[in-house]
């Protein structure tokens, strides 16, 4: 079966401050994909980043960074010196191998405080 | 350049009645997703469809609620007869092709509130 954990349900972070999101996975497919997704408090999902099970490079996006370890099942993400606008809930997610529905983790909470 | 759209943001309605929550895709996606988010749950796939078909409802539950997508207009997901487990935020998704390497794009969703 397949699964998605984002173990951290709430992070507090003070402005400026680096945060890391965790997220880990399980799929028995040797072809997946990962993305996340920000939702932040007026209540849409925003599409951040999608990653293949073939590619282990790091990606960074400006503030935002995106570490996948194919050996940990993990694909964590890191933001930079976080700022208030950053608070909002974080999904990490799987897709099916049809690529039908998206297995969503639970969520992170994250507060950036001023 | 308009994303995916959902009407109404925000649906009251008393137990037994019916739900419909519409959700027009962006221009150019056929491939339209219904998920449902429970108080502090990630979101669960419910529907998958294209115009005119349903090709994959394992995740919709197996009474009273129903999907569609006609070939003009938006796709609608019906509850009939809501109960209070019902509440909850639904979100639709468009993408423009299918496969595990596409991206959806989610609507701002419908928060469902049945009293």
């Known amino acids: 079966a397949q699964k998605v954990t984002q173990a951290q349900t709430e992070i507090s972070v003070v402005e400026k401050e680096d945060v890391t999101l965790d997220c880990v996975y399980e799929?028995?497919?040797?072809?997946?994909?990962l993305f996340w997704y920000k939702q932040p408090p007026s209540g849409e999902l925003v599409f951040l980043i999608r990653?293949?099970?073939?590619?282990?490079q790091n990606e960074i996006s400006g503030r935002y960074s995106w570490n996948f370890q194919k050996s940990t099942s993990s694909f964590n993400f890191t933001i930079t010196a976080s700022q208030v606008v950053d608070s909002a809930v974080y999904f990490c997610a799987l897709s099916d191998q049809a690529g039908t529905a998206l297995i969503f983790g639970k969520g992170t909470t994250l507060s950036v405080s001023s | 350049n308009a994303g995916v759209m959902q009407n109404p943001r925000h649906l009251v309605r008393r137990r037994g009645q019916e739900a419909r929550l519409r959700c027009s895709p962006m221009?150019?996606?056929?491939?339209v997703y219904w998920y449902r988010q429970l108080p502090e749950e990630g979101l669960k796939f419910m529907v998958y469809?294209?115009?005119?078909?349903?090709?994959?409802e394992s995740g919709m539950p197996k009474e009273r609620f129903s999907a569609e997508f006609p070939k003009e207009g938006p796709s609608i997901l019906r509850i009939q007869q809501v109960v209070r487990g019902d509440s909850a935020a639904y979100f639709c998704?468009?993408?423009?092709?299918?496969?595990?390497?596409?991206?959806?794009?989610f609507g701002p969703g419908t928060r469902l509130t049945v009293l």
């Open positions: 990653r293949n099970s073939f590619d282990e």
């Open positions: 221009k150019g996606h056929s491939h």
């Open positions: 998704a468009s993408s423009p092709g299918h496969g595990p390497q596409i991206a959806q794009y």
């Open positions: 799929t028995r497919d040797t072809t997946y994909y």
């Open positions: 469809l294209q115009k005119e078909n349903i090709i994959d």
